[in-house]
């Protein structure tokens, strides 16, 4: 059995992709490398066929008709041999010594019989023309050592878990039922969300394995493309506040995490709505609101009525004037976009 099984999704990939194979590459026979093409019209499955021969039982080519990137993870989750499973895009890459470092830990976590549910790592900001590279630690969270929920720090507004960060163990993937909506942008946020209430056991190692490229025109985290694919966001948004029953998460401290995530990811998707400046997208943003309302009254009114929330909806001029304040501030902090 392989120790740890990555999926790297791949559309249009060939300008990027090698650079991030190469990255996986050292980790040798412990790994599987799946890479995932999505039904792409370059030369990205020619590339993808070129590895898998040149390293058998190592990498492996999977080709599909376009999906998107969820149907990419899916696909990757569904053919994963490995104990772990982690999702790395093709434009992004792994540090090599954190990497081995990483590995080294799991097999030794393995060789103990204490499998973590959770494996959590740094993720580095590679943001193109920035000199100073900004990284993202997992605030509040015990250092080199198994720990649960009840282990976990003071909870920071507005941090959370990305999937440059998670390594999850693959069998809880499978018990949590994860499928990740097709042709929609911005699923991450669920891939990460929804198996948090099966997570009861967590090692967090802190080392900048994931570098997380920022830069492209077309990326999806840029501010004007997010803008342009606010349906998606809003979708992604619904799905995460009706797929999880949150108020019956047993666990306090996961329930408070999880309300946070949903916290700054709702907040995100209101400010893209006010920064459009369109009243088709506050007209959005309002029928999000209205759809939460009558899915779950409680977890809406608990959602409305939480401190972002309050400032990112007020009426008129001002609250449009403190949104778009909140989402430059959050940007500069935080480096993304």
């Known amino acids: 059995m392989k120790l740890l099984s990555f999926a790297v999704p791949c559309y249009n990939s060939e300008a990027y992709m090698e650079k991030c194979i190469e990255s996986l590459l050292p980790g040798g026979k412990d790994v599987e490398i799946l890479i995932v093409d999505d039904g792409s019209s370059d030369r990205t499955a020619e590339i993808a066929d070129a590895y898998a021969e040149r390293y058998p039982g190592i990498i492996r080519a999977i ?6 990137h969820g149907a990419a993870v899916n696909t990757g989750l569904k053919n994963a041999a490995g104990i772990y499973f982690k999702v790395v895009d093709s434009d992004d890459w792994l540090d090599r010594d954190s990497y081995l470092r990483v590995l080294k830990r799991l097999r030794t976590l393995i060789k103990l019989n204490t499998l973590p549910d959770m494996f959590l790592a740094n993720y580095v900001y590679e943001k193109e023309g920035s000199k100073h590279k900004k990284v993202m630690r997992q605030k509040g969270f015990p250092k080199e050592k198994m720990f649960g929920w009840d282990d976990v720090g003071h909870l920071v507004k507005g941090h959370y ?11 809880m993937l499978h018990d949590c039922g994860l499928q990740l909506p097709e042709h929609t942008f911005y699923v991450d946020n669920i891939y990460v969300y929804k198996p948090l209430p099966y997570v009861n056991n967590m ?3 802190d080392v900048d ?3 997380y490229y920022i830069g492209r025109e077309d990326q999806s ?3 004007q493309t997010m803008i342009r694919r606010i ?11 009706a797929d999880v029953n949150l108020l019956a998460v047993k666990d306090k401290k996961c329930r408070r995490y999880m309300f946070n995530y949903l916290e700054i990811v709702t907040t995100i998707t ?10 088709e997208n506050l007209n959005k943003r309002d029928e999000l609101w209205a759809y939460m309302k009558q899915t779950d009254r409680q977890l809406y009114n608990k959602l409305h009525h939480s401190v972002i929330s309050r400032y990112m ?11 778009k304040v909140a989402y430059r501030i959050s940007r500069k902090v935080y480096g993304f976009n």
């Open 63 to 68: 080709h599909q008709p376009n999906g998107g």
């Open 231 to 241: 349906d998606q966001q809003i979708r992604v948004n619904k799905i995460m506040f």
């Open 313 to 323: 909806n007020l009426p008129g001029r001002t609250g449009r004037f403190l949104g």
């Open 221 to 223: 985290v840029n501010e």
């Open 209 to 211: 394995l994931y570098r």
């Open 161 to 171: 878990i990305l999937m440059h960060s998670v390594i999850y163990r693959t069998q």
């Open 203 to 205: 090692y967090y190692m």
């Open 270 to 279: 209101v400010t893209l709505a006010i920064l459009s400046g369109t009243k």
